[in-house]
C-alpha cells in the first residue's frame, strides 16, 4: 500500500454495531481518514450517521461503491464479505475483514496486531479479522508464549451482544418480564433459529453458535483453529468450552495453560505488566480483578486471578476480560489498518 498523508476509507455494515464501534474507533484513534464512505445493505441504507462531526448518508454496497478507496473495514457478515471482498480488492482497496468468511483461507492473514502484525506482509488485498473471543486470548497468551505453549483450556463467559442487537433486546425484555410478573419469558436464546429455547435472564447457556457433529460448537471450534492460526502453532492442544452469559457487553475467559517449562504466578504477571494493550488488575488482597464492566468501552484486554496449579508448576491459571465489540471486532480492525499505514 502506498503511503500517504491520509487515506480513503469505506466502512461496510456501517449502520451495524461494530460498524458505528467502527467509526467511533476511527475518531479515537485518530486515524489519518481523507474521506470515507458508510456502506450498507438496502434495508439499512439512507440513514445518516456522524463521522467526525460531519453528517454522512449511509449508501447501498455495490461492487462500485469501492472505486477510489484504500481501505475497506467490513463487518456485514460472511455473505456479504465473500460477496464484496474479492470486488474491493479488484478496485484496488486492500479489505479488513470483520466476518468468518476468510479466517482459516491459508492465503489469508488472521491477525491480531500485538501478537501477530508480521503475518501483514503477504495479504493478498484481504486480511481477517479474528472472532472476539479468540483475539483477547491471543494477547493474553503472547506475553508468555517464550516459555513454550503445550496446552490452552479456556472456558468463556460470553456476552450476548455477541450475537447481535436483536440478542441485546431479548435479554432487556427477559428481564422486564421477570421484573413485572416474577417469571422469566422466553425469547430467542440460545439461537434465534431453532425452536429450543432457554431463558438467557438470571441463567448460564453452554451454547455459542451452533453444535458441530465432533460435539462442540462452532464458536469453540474458532478458538482452536483460530488460536493455531494466530500463533502459528498447527498442534497446540487448544480443550474449549463456551458459553453465554446475562451480560451485555464484554466476554471473559477462564484460562489454564500448561507450558514446557515451570512458570510461576510472579514470572507471568512481570511478563504481562510488560505486554502491549494488556493491563493486569491481579490484587486479590484488595479485592482486584477483571470484570467487563471494566473492560467496557476500552480498547485494552484485562488480566488477573494469575495463579500457579496447585499440583502442577507448568501450568498456569488466569481470567481475560474484553470488550467484544471493541478489541474484539471494531478496535482491532482499526489497529490493523494502522499497522497497515506504518508498513507502507
Known amino acids: 500500500m502506498e503511503r500517504k498523508a491520509a487515506y480513503r476509507l469505506a466502512i461496510l455494515g456501517a449502520t451495524g454495531a461494530v460498524g458505528r464501534a467502527m467509526i467511533r474507533t476511527l475518531e479515537r484513534r485518530g486515524f489519518p481518514v481523507e474521506s470515507i464512505k458508510l456502506l450498507a445493505s438496502e434495508r439499512s441504507a439512507n440513514q445518516t450517521l456522524t463521522y467526525a462531526g460531519q453528517a454522512i448518508q449511509v449508501e447501498v454496497a ?8 484504500d481501505i475497506a473495514l467490513f463487518s456485514a457478515g460472511a455473505g456479504a464479505s465473500e460477496r464484496f471482498a474479492p470486488e474491493a480488492v479488484k478496485r484496488g482497496a486492500i479489505v479488513v475483514d470483520n466476518s468468518s468468511a476468510f ?31 479468540t483475539i483477547q486470548l491471543m494477547v493474553a497468551l503472547n506475553a508468555l508464549k517464550e516459555f513454550g505453549l503445550e496446552r490452552v483450556v ?18 432487556a425484555q427477559e428481564v ?11 425469547t430467542i436464546f440460545p439461537l434465534a433459529n431453532q425452536d429450543v429455547h432457554y431463558p438467557m435472564a438470571f ?8 453444535f458441530l457433529n465432533n460435539g462442540y460448537t462452532k464458536e469453540e471450534m474458532k478458538l482452536v483453529n483460530e488460536s493455531r492460526k494466530i500463533l502459528e502453532m498447527p498442534e497446540l492442544a487448544v480443550s474449549p468450552t463456551a458459553v453465554r452469559v446475562p ?57 488477573g486471578r494469575i495463579r500457579q496449579d496447585l499440583e502442577d508448576p507448568h501450568t498456569l491459571l488466569f481470567f481475560v476480560v474484553a470488550d467484544n465489540l471493541l478489541k474484539g471486532a471494531a478496535w482491532n480492525a482499526v489497529q490493523i489498518a494502522e499497522a497497515l499505514v506504518a508498513r507502507a
Open 103 to 133: 479466517r482459516m483461507a491459508e492465503h489469508v492473514p488472521l491477525v491480531v496486531p500485538e501478537v501477530n502484525a508480521h503475518a501483514l506482509d503477504g495479504h493478498q488485498g484481504i486480511i481477517a479479522n479474528p472472532n472476539c473471543s
Open 176 to 186: 422486564e418480564s421477570w421484573r413485572q410478573h416474577g417469571k422469566v419469558e422466553e
Open 203 to 210: 441463567n448460564v447457556l453452554p451454547q455459542c453458535d451452533v
Open 247 to 303: 451480560v451485555v457487553y464484554g466476554h471473559a475467559e477462564s484460562v489454564a495453560v500448561r507450558f514446557q517449562t515451570p512458570v510461576s504466578a510472579a514470572v507471568a504477571r512481570e511478563k504481562m505488566h510488560t505486554a502491549t494493550n494488556l493491563v493486569v488488575v491481579d490484587d486479590p488482597a484488595n479485592y482486584l480483578y477483571p470484570h467487563p464492566q471494566m473492560a467496557s468501552d476500552t480498547g485494552e484486554t484485562y488480566v
Open 62 to 69: 455495490k461492487p462500485e461503491s469501492f472505486e477510489d478507496v
Open 154 to 171: 479456556i472456558s468463556t463467559y460470553q456476552a450476548v451482544s455477541g450475537m447481535g442487537q436483536t440478542a441485546i433486546d431479548a435479554l
